[in-house]
């Protein structure tokens, strides 16, 4: 069996997992909880179900200049859309995660928002140099996207795998299997791009790790999404705490503030209905008195 | 076994980090690919001999 074997074996076994792990989502109902997985499983899906037989059928059926300009927009399309599902991913596993602190939960969020859209900005931006293609900048901006979205993973690995006690959660549960999985992906990502600006003739041993990689991380989501996992512990926490402490604080910013007026208030600052609010208020209180 | 899983993401995170420092200080832009063994299409579109996608060893170079 040769590489080229290797990796077809290994196209076909990635596309059957992909349609595994989508039918044990749908099977365990897990496809509203994680919805952007479910998401990105479809795209690889439909992506390998467009790019498969445009692949068999160059040169024969279909015209070889054609077939590659349709492979090569589909393709970088797919992988554009699989690194923006990937930011979702990590978003929802980080709201599932911190779902029992709702005010260090949205201040994360909020956080979260910012360190996405301030990554997508420069992954555009830097995809830009002088006399650059639209074929070379279509590669760097998603490429970009996608290391960007792959450091950004490891972070929320690290997070999950430290906070993972805190949390109340254990490493059986789906969002600890999740980020684990998306954790290898990103692994091979960084790994791949960093071998090929260093050995750029090893393509298809690149393919054979590059494929075992995915197909080990769906094996990993399939595993964690079909085997139940454990009751998440109640979180105790000291009243004394610093998580206490930031949750409060952080469940209090958000708050629509009250209003208080101060110095010389005259009649003519407000409505004539307040005003009549106040005087037939004012009425009342002296009913008493008057009688 | 919780031990293996925890130095197994760690491994994990340093490796990335590792290979991230490497990108950074490639002397050219690292071209990544996506997690897939499907061939790379890194050519132009209008490539004269379409990337060689007709080959059967197409690698998509």
């Not at chain 1, 024969?60 to 923006?84: D, G, M, P, R, T």
């Not at chain 1, 949390?167 to 791009?193: N, P």
Request: aromatic letters at 10%; hydrophobic letters at 50%.
């Amino acid at each position: 069996m040769n590489s080229h074997n290797i990796v077809d074996l290994l196209t076909y076994i990635e596309l059957a997992s992909c349609v595994l792990a989508l039918g044990v989502m749908q099977y365990r109902r897990q496809i509203t909880q994680f919805k952007p997985l479910a998401l990105f499983l479809l795209t690889r899906i439909s992506s390998f179900a467009i790019s498969m037989p445009l692949l068999s059928m160059a040169g024969k059926q279909i015209n070889k200049h054609l077939a590659y300009q349709l492979y090569f927009y589909v393709y970088w399309a797919s992988y554009a859309i699989e690194a923006i599902l990937g930011f979702f991913i990590i978003y929802s596993i980080y709201n599932l995660a911190m779902a029992p602190l709702r005010g260090l939960q949205r201040l994360g969020r909020l956080m979260f928002r910012w360190a996405a859209g301030i990554a997508i900005a420069i992954a555009v931006t830097m995809a830009f140099s002088p006399h650059v293609t639209s074929a070379k900048f279509i590669i760097r901006a998603v490429t970009q996207l996608q290391q960007t979205q792959s450091v950004l993973t490891l972070c929320m690995l690290l997070f999950v795998c430290l906070a993972i006690r805190p949390m109340g959660l254990s490493y059986r549960s789906k969002i600890f299997g999740v980020s684990l999985g998306l954790g290898v992906m990103a692994t091979a990502e960084l790994v791949g791009a960093a071998w090929l600006s260093h050995f750029s003739s090893l393509y298809s041993l690149y393919n054979i790790v590059n494929g075992s990689a995915i197909c080990i991380a769906i094996v990993l989501w399939t595993s964690y999404l079909a085997i139940p996992e454990p009751r998440r512990r109640m979180i105790i926490l000291p009243t004394t705490s610093p998580f206490l402490r930031w949750n409060q604080i952080s469940l209090a910013l958000g708050d629509e503030p009250g209003y208080v007026a101060l110095g010389e208030i005259t009649p003519d600052m407000f409505a004539p209905a307040e005003v009549e609010v106040m005087r037939r208020a004012a009425l009342k209180m002296n009913y008493p008195v008057a009688n | 076994m919780k031990l293996i899983v925890r130095i197994f993401a760690l491994t994990l995170v340093v490796t990335g980090a590792v290979a991230s420092t490497h990108i950074a200080n490639a002397s050219q832009p690292a071209l990544g690919a996506r997690t897939s063994a499907l061939p790379v299409p890194m050519c132009p579109p209008d490539d004269p001999n379409a990337c060689g996608i007709a080959d059967p060893s197409f690698t998509g170079r």
